[in-house]
């Protein structure tokens, strides 16, 4: 059981390049979410998505694409590269909730990305 | 909207030293909250919650609770270890959508010393 595992671990970009981020979980999890860590600012949601198929914006959406074609699999893209896209990228999941607020977010290890 | 506000650090101890690292929340409604730790090159892992008010989370000696009154979920351990230090961040949690939206504090960097 691996748990949320992301690729690759870290990336150098020059600026206007694209790349895919991928973060794979083996829990069965239905929620899947990607976050960006930044000094001084916690993490920042980019995207979710609440079931294959499906997705949505978080709170810093500008510049990154999302795809969730299977249930197990949650992909970053990034199509076109900006320095202010320098940071760490945490790809998290967590299960269907059955209570309010009774759960948790699983984190894979991150991804580094700097961009020149 | 939702904040989380933790205090800044980098904070250093001694080992057997008493940790506090405050955290206070603006949210509405009935958040739950939590506490997350990242050891250095990891990603970050659960270390304790609360789903309401006056409840005590608890693990691995760290404890919290979830003060409404004074919107806080400050962390306390009686006796830091070295093995303590890591990254600690405070978290409040809300529905979305079915899920869980995660509103993070900056992270209190911990330092411990022999």
């Known amino acids: 059981n691996a748990g949320v595992t992301q690729t690759p671990k870290f990336r150098v970009l020059k600026t206007g390049q694209s790349m895919t981020l991928l973060c794979a979980q083996d829990m069965n999890h239905e929620y899947m979410y990607w976050y960006r860590q930044d000094p001084g600012m916690g993490l920042r949601l980019i995207h979710y998505?609440?079931?294959?198929?499906?997705?949505a914006k978080g709170e810093v959406p500008d510049g990154y694409n999302v795809s969730r074609l299977k249930k197990q699999n949650f992909l970053l893209g990034l199509e076109s590269a900006a320095p202010s896209q320098t940071s760490v990228y945490f790809c998290?999941?967590?299960?269907?909730?059955?209570?309010?607020?009774?759960?948790?977010?699983?984190f894979g290890p991150g991804t580094r990305l700097t961009v020149t | 909207g939702d904040s989380v506000t933790q205090m800044e650090g980098p904070v250093t101890l001694s080992e057997e030293a008493f940790l506090t690292i405050n955290c206070t929340y603006t949210a509405t409604g009935y958040p739950s909250l939590f506490w997350y730790v990242q050891y250095p090159g990891e990603g970050l892992q659960l270390l304790l919650k609360?789903?309401?008010?006056?409840d005590k989370g608890s693990n691995k000696g760290f404890e919290a609770t979830y003060r409404k009154e004074t919107t806080s979920f400050h962390l306390e351990k009686g006796s830091v270890q070295v093995s303590d230090s890591a990254v600690y961040f405070c978290a409040l949690g809300h529905m979305l959508g079915g899920g869980n939206k995660l509103t993070f504090g900056t992270g209190t960097q911990l330092k411990v010393e022999l």
């Open positions: 609360a789903t309401k008010a006056d």
């Open positions: 998290a999941s967590s299960y269907t909730f059955h209570s309010p607020g009774d759960y948790e977010q699983y």
């Open positions: 998505s609440v079931g294959e198929g499906t997705t």
